[in-house]
Structures are given as C-alpha cells and as structure tokens.
C-alpha cells in the first residue's frame, strides 16, 4: 500500500524557517516525481514544486522562488522542503504527492505550517 | 504560468443529478489535465488523468472529456458521498496550476 506522511510543520515566526519531510512507503521511491502541493486555510490547492527521480530537476511556483527548496533522499525514501524567509502567506496545509502519468495520484495527509508572531 | 479557471464555483443539486464542472485554460494544455476530489480536512483524490483517464478505483459515473482549452468533468447520478470540492489541474507545462475548485452542495 503507497504511503505518505509529511512531518514538520508548526508555528513559526515571520522570517523564520522550517523543513517539512515526507516519508514514503509502498512503492519505488527512487522511480517517481514528487510534489509538494500546499492549501491556505479555506482557500483552493496551490502547486509548490515539484523533483525528478534522480534530483536532477526541479520547479517551483513563483511566490516561493529563492525562499523553498526542495530534495530528496532516496536511500531514506524521504521528500523534503526547506522553507525559509517564511511570510504570513506560507500559512497552509503542505501535501506531498506522489506524481504519475502527469498526475499526483497519491497524497499524504498533510501538516499544518503556521507563519505567525 | 498558465491560468486554470473552473466554472460554477459552486453548484447545489441532488442525488441522482447529472452534475458538470468545466475548466478552461489560458492556453492549450493539449490533455494535460487531471480532476481531484476534496472532502473537508482530508487529501484530495485523484479521479481523471489526463483528461478523460479514470484513475484506478474510481467509479465510472465520474467521467472526464476535452482537449486543448476546455474540459469538463461529468457525474452522471451524483451521489451522497459526492459532495465535496472538486479542482481540475494542468500538467502541460514544468510549473502545474489548479483551478480554484468547485464547491458541489446538496440542494
């Protein structure tokens, strides 16, 4: 069974940083896209970025160029996101999905980041 | 980026509604495009790829359909356990976008 959990969100100040991780299980890690999708309190789904099998691409939305950076590790089976720089508009549940077929067709269950003094 | 706009934003029916949701993108995505459920505080499910592909487990009253700009997600008897947002996705170009979604209600 594919599995996904995302760890590491919490509160956070304006300005500080955090790493969110996402730990696979089910399937070849190493064989898969990976994303990070993110959703704002009571708003619509935001693609963040996304990384090839082997690391060796990545793309990210706009409004988090230069500030998120993704990885992976895929001797850990594990996604990251370093978020740093991080504004009030960070404020969102953070997914990480699995992509295929040029889909997310598996999602963890999501951790919740919180920018705030 | 591309742009992906859904319409209604929102829409009430009943059970047994032919229920449909259409997306359009700013610039032909080819069938670059997926529909996603989402139920309040959870993931959201991928339904169709690409366009018109049900993904697996998916009942077939969902159905997908279009290509370049307009899309449109069907149910055909809409269910109790439909009811939830729906949010199309473009996979065309290297940064993906989402619709805003598209809230069903029961009528």
């Known amino acids: 069974e594919v599995q996904l959990v995302e760890s590491g969100g919490g509160l956070v100040q304006p300005g500080g940083s955090l790493r969110l991780s996402c730990a696979a299980s089910g399937f070849t890690f190493s064989n898969y896209w990976m994303t990070w999708v993110r959703q704002a309190p009571g708003k619509g789904l935001e693609w963040v970025a996304n990384i090839k099998q082997d690391g060796t691409e990545k793309y990210y939305v706009g409004s988090v160029k230069g500030r998120f950076t993704i990885s992976r590790d895929n001797a850990k089976i594990s996604l990251y996101l370093q978020m740093n720089s991080l504004r009030a508009e960070d404020t969102a549940v953070y997914y990480c999905a699995r992509g295929s077929l040029g889909a997310d067709d598996y999602w963890g269950q999501g951790t919740l980041v919180t920018v705030s003094s | ?107």
């Not at chain 2, 029916?13 to 032909?28: H, K, L, N, W, Y």
């Open chain 2, 1 to 107: 980026d591309i742009q992906m706009t859904q319409s209604p934003s929102s829409l009430s029916a009943s059970v047994g509604d032919r229920v449909t949701i259409t997306c359009r993108a700013s610039q032909s995505i080819s069938n670059y495009l997926n529909w996603y459920q989402q139920k309040p505080g959870k993931a959201p499910k991928l339904l169709i790829y690409a366009a018109s592909s049900l993904q697996s487990g998916v009942p077939s009253r969902f159905s997908g359909s279009g290509s370049g700009t307009d899309f449109t997600l069907t149910i055909s008897s809409l269910q109790p356990e439909d009811f939830a947002t729906y949010y199309c996705q473009q996979s065309y170009s290297t940064l993906w976008t989402f619709g805003q979604g598209t809230k069903v209600e029961i009528k």
